[in-house]
């Protein structure tokens, strides 16, 4: 099965930095197969027997504990669910000099659509939807400051996401594609 591991905090702001190569290095060592990364931001697709996603976490998580010394949250996401989250962003979405548009992928713990209660979100202002595995957002640059959901670091919700623009997730996307065939 084809799998995206995107990993949470890593290469920002000069802090838990992992070169990619040592990663898909680790990755291989875990028994992953056919490992690409995609930016330094750690976005690392790979394919491997049948496992479930939480057993794929956990096995991930350790292992880049043991190469790095590092505790990073790991989110996996299958193709399929990767599919259903990108097919579900509006085209019209874009992350430029105009627009503000990001995936925010859940912990398990939180994917559920009810989180969308728990957001602040400005009528008119934010754009949010929730698709299984992710929230989806929307604002145009000119109101960033007014938007209710960039309120969203520093709580219990922003320590179980981590998030990608539009663009970079599309770019996930296009790269399994390629990778499936």
Request: glycine share 6%.
């Amino acid at each position: 099965m084809l799998y995206v591991a995107l990993l949470r905090g890593i290469n920002v702001g000069g802090k838990n930095k992992i070169a990619m190569k040592s990663l898909i290095q680790t990755f291989e060592n875990a028994g992953m197969d056919d490992v690409v990364t995609y930016i330094n931001t750690g976005n690392i697709i790979f394919s491997c027997g049948e496992q479930s996603k939480k057993e794929l976490t956990q096995q991930l998580e350790a292992a880049i504990h043991r190469d790095f010394g590092l505790a990073i949250k790991v989110v996996v996401r299958s193709m399929e669910e990767i599919e259903h989250i990108i097919t579900a962003i509006p085209d019209s979405w874009k992350n430029d000099q105009e627009m503000k548009s990001d995936v925010m992928f859940l912990w398990d713990e939180i994917n559920d659509a009810t989180i969308l209660d728990e957001l602040i979100i400005q009528p008119g202002i934010d754009k949010v939807q929730y698709v299984p595995g992710a929230i989806l957002w929307s604002v145009s640059k000119k109101q960033v400051t007014k938007s209710g959901m960039s309120k969203i670091i520093g709580t219990k919700i922003y320590k179980q996401v981590t998030i990608r623009n539009v663009n970079t997730a599309r770019k996930i996307f296009d790269l399994m594609l390629a990778q499936r065939g």
